[in-house]
């Protein structure tokens, strides 16, 4: 202490009797940091600028401004964000329902707007088929017509910046004879110059086969999925990728029968409607007004069972829980009833079961249906204690992980090294805490595969089985432990989501839920029961006969694409031919006349550059009131009835209407979520009515002839990177009375 003392008062008297050597210099430091920070300010502001300007000359630009999103876990809890924080930004819902307002309002060449992302990233929304199916799937033929009509390459609307043309031209005329020295033929590209797409694309060529074919890739635009989905066919790039989706497109899709599938669906359908809601309607039975359950948590229960079972073949962890042996969340109820006999018929708890082994599914007789079913129990009794304690924990992590993917994209954090993420950001660290039971769950997955099951098959596959992880030693390499996460989230999240916004769709317009329920019962007939075969089985030729099941699943799906919008990153410059009137002739491209979005005439193609990333909002597409007459309303007849569909110019346009996206990376799953999602809405919608109590009361507030206008009730959006009802969807299931 006195050491202490005495050397301060040493210092004290040194400073008074001489002058520090950094006296003198700290202002001058001092200065130096500060002219550092204002030039890298002013380089950083000039940059944007300079970016911005240039996207300019094509399309109405915005600057992006930067902030650090940090994921909120109350926004999960069910409880509304804005009642709690008024002034906070509801995460992603508004960008996404005010996408079209926006595009409207900038008017650019088919609506599309650019945005300048962090210093000079390029974006561009995109909410017109047009560019978007050029992007996508890359247009090569119109893109010959536009080159052989011999029609002149211009720009798009221009917006003149006479300081950024004037610098320009002054940089263009010191670089050019530079340039001309050193560049090959090949390497001189002018995006402006007639056919330098095609130079460019040879210049720049990607190691990506996609990239050629279509002009854009994935990469790098999912990196911030890879620490969720590491590199599985969903982000996976290049040749990595297509032998990825190969080999998943061989070992799930291409195994997948009919036969199979059928079997697995009603297996999940049971797992819901006899098990979880029977449950919840024998509670029900002392609950005033019935009753009212959060839809969403079911489906997804429903769903995961559905998809765990179809990558792995193993029928026992997900069986249908009538006796209260049900997983997770359900048990809580379950718990509750303890004592309370199940109501489930004989007919049903026999046959329901047999009927879901696949090798029976054939064979079908009551010996074999008995057999089965203590194999089950068997085999349950064996599983049920680790897939039970991790699926509640595994379903709260996916439901998370996809806002604070989402959070990530949309902060600075996304546009910082990963490095300086994962050193400072405490999403980082969220993250990796909610992975723990996704990794823990897809891990118990690929180890209970069985044999000839898809990841047991994908296991086998060179493209899945040469990253050995840290999980190697348990035998599962890290290949196929990503390719486990992307299947079960993809197959889950997906399907729950769309099957939510299409109960929340019927729900508030009773009057085509009733004729839904109608179509599905004259196909299913009341069933002479079967012995050998549950009535309540449905297979994929019946809803084959069922057209309005169809238009409810593709209207539901234009309304709410659960994945709102999808993004690239173009490898080479992409042309997009001028806009034309759509009308009823619906000639969306090589016309003369040239209307842009504005309504302004102009004569111009637009020229995405190379490098660019590209957001193509599915929603915008799928509510773009030029494709789509009655664009928000829910409308299935438009679909069938021949006058109606004459009215959308969607339905014929290819790219207007693309819920599983469109091209090279289209959706892998797509013949298998059609099947499910028309089985598992036939299932529910033939036993139950589904009633949303708010409707109710709406109704009862109005006169008799009075018309419900039932879009104020709608949900908003729970933007993650897939969209779910925001808060649940409080449903009421009432038993259809000649069902019983
Ligand atoms: C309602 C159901 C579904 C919808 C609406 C849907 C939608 C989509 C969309 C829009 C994409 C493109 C994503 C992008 O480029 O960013 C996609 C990709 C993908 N989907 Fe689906 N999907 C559904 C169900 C499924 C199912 C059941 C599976 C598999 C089990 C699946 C597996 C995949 C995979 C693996 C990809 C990535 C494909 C690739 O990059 O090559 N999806 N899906």
Known sequence: MSNGTSLLHSCAAHETNSVHPIDGAFPEFLLAVLLALVSLAASVWLQRWWTKCALEEQLPTVLWTPRFVNYDPREEDGVDADQRHPKKQKMGSGSITNILPKM????????MYATVYGVSTKVVHVGHPVPARAILAGNPASAATFAESGMEIKLGERRTNVVYHAVKGAMLWVRTPFLRLFSSPLSATNGRNKGASSRNGLTRRSSSLLAQTTGSTKNPAYDHFKNFSGEGVFTANGMDWKSKRASVLHCLV????????????????????????????????????????????????????????????????????RDGEANGESNRIIDTTRGIATTSSPRSSATSLAAMDTSLAEKSTELNYKHHQTNIHHEKKHHNQTIESLLPNYLRSVTKIRMIILAQSRSIWYLLPRWMYRLFSPMYR???????????????????????????????????????????????????????????????????????????????????????????????????????????????????????????????????????????????????????????????????????????????????????????????????????????????????????????????????????????????????????????????????????????????????????????????????????????????????????
């Open 430 to 740: 969220e993250e990796e805490r909610t992975m723990g039971p996704i990794r823990e769950f897809a891990q118990l997955a690929c180890q209970n595969a069985r044999e000839g099951s898809p990841l047991e098959l994908l296991s086998k596959r060179a493209s899945h089985s040469t990253k050995e992880g840290s999980d190697g030693e348990r035998g599962v390499s890290q290949d196929l432990l990503d390719e486990a996460i992307t299947l079960l989230f993809a197959g889950q999240d997906t399907s729950a989501a769309t099957l939510s916004w299409t109960l929340h769709l019927l729900s508030l317009d009773p009057r085509r839920q009733e004729k839904l329920a109608q179509e599905v019962r004259s196909v299913l007939g009341d069933s002479d029961i079967d012995f050998t075969r549950d009535s309540d089985f449905v297979s994929k030729s019946m809803i084959a006969q069922m057209p309005y099941l169809d238009a409810v699943i593709k209207e539901s799906m234009r309304l709410y694409p659960v994945a709102p919008f999808v993004v690239r990153k173009l490898t080479s410059d992409i042309t997009i031919p001028p806009e034309v009137n759509i009308g009823n002739q619906n000639r969306m491209n090589g016309a003369t006349t040239v209307t842009t979005a504005a309504g302004a005439k102009s004569s111009g193609a637009t020229t995405l550059s190379s490098s660019t990333f590209a957001c193509i909002w599915i929603y915008a597409l799928h509510r773009n009131p030029k494709l789509w007459h009655s664009p928000d309303e829910f409308v299935p007849e438009r679909w069938i009835d021949p006058e109606l569909r004459k009215k959308d110019n969607g339905q014929e346009e290819p790219g207007a209407y693309i819920p599983f996206a469109m091209g090279p990376r289209n959706c892998l799953g797509r013949p298998l979520a059609q099947v499910v999602l028309r089985l598992l809405l036939a299932r529910i919608i033939r036993k139950y009515i589904v009633v949303d109590p708010r409707y109710e009361t709406l109704e009862a507030r109005l006169d008799k002839n009075d018309v419900v206008d039932t879009k104020c009730l709608r949900k908003d959006m729970q933007a993650g990177f897939t969209v779910l009802p925001s808060n649940g969807l409080m449903l009421r299931f009432v038993e259809r009375l000649d069902d019983v």
């Open 254 to 321: 291409g195994q997948l029968n009919d036969a199979k599938l059928e079997v697995e669906v009603n297996r999940a359908a049971d797992a819901l409607l006899e098990g979880e809601l029977n449950m919840i309607m024998q509670l029900a039975s002392d609950e005033e007004g019935g009753a009212v359950r959060d839809v969403v948590p079911m489906l997804q229960r429903c769903t995961i069972g559905l998809i765990y079972r179809i990558i792995t073949h193993d029928v026992a962890s997900f069986a249908p829980c």
């Open 104 to 111: 409207e309002r900038l008017g650019g060449p088919y609506g």
